[in-house]
């Protein structure tokens, strides 16, 4: 597979630190009520930097947890499968529960989890995504909290990857890719 030359930056890294400040902001103002901790549950492994970011920013006690799942494998191309790589360690049952994504595209990875997790009986379960690309939406997926909507486009940095690589660039980066759905 030929690797794509670095991307040409879409989000600024100031720019983002905005995007997660104004997250954290909204967030912390809808959970202060919440009776116990709020459980914050990063899909891996896109969303591992933005939920760093982000639980820095939630100015209320919490806990974090994982879940492993994979979409795409190592392509851009979407499979439209999700398979769960890794489980949560935390009983979520009777908790408030902030799912955190990197990105919706189609919308079927979050909706899957949201739905997975909510058999699960949380108290609330609500889904925080730092990016969103509503034209690319095959399913009503909620997402309660988004960080920025963006075109159609292929994006790499600050978590998300393409063929696992360009996850540790400290912006948003667009790579031009031809085919995806
Ligand atoms: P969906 O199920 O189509 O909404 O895809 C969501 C998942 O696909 C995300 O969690 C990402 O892992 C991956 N994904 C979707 N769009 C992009 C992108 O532009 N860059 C990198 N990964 C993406």
Do not use: W
Request: hydrophobic residues 45%.
């Amino acid at each position: 597979m030929d690797m794509p030359e670095v991307p040409a930056c879409l989000i600024a890294a100031a720019e983002i630190h905005k995007i997660v400040r104004r997250l954290g902001v909204e967030i912390t103002a809808c959970y202060r009520h919440c009776p116990r901790e709020l459980v914050v549950i990063g899909l891996l492994k896109g969303a591992f930097i933005f939920m760093a970011d982000l639980v820095r920013q939630i100015d209320l006690p919490l806990v974090i947890d994982f879940l492993g799942v994979s979409s795409y494998g190592d392509t851009a191309l979407s499979s439209g499968e999700i398979h769960l790589t890794m489980d949560l360690a935390t009983d979520i049952s009777g908790r408030d529960v902030l799912l955190v994504e990197d990105i919706v595209d189609t919308g079927v990875t979050v909706e899957t989890v949201r739905r997975l997790l909510a058999q699960r009986q949380p108290r609330s379960l609500k889904v925080c995504a730092f990016l969103s690309k509503p034209e690319c939406r095959r399913v009503d997926a909620q997402v309660d909290f988004i960080g920025r909507e963006i075109e159609n486009a292929f994006v790499v940095g600050y978590g998300l990857d393409y063929a696992q690589s360009f996850r540790h660039l400290p912006f948003v980066g667009k790579i031009g890719l031809s085919g995806k759905k």
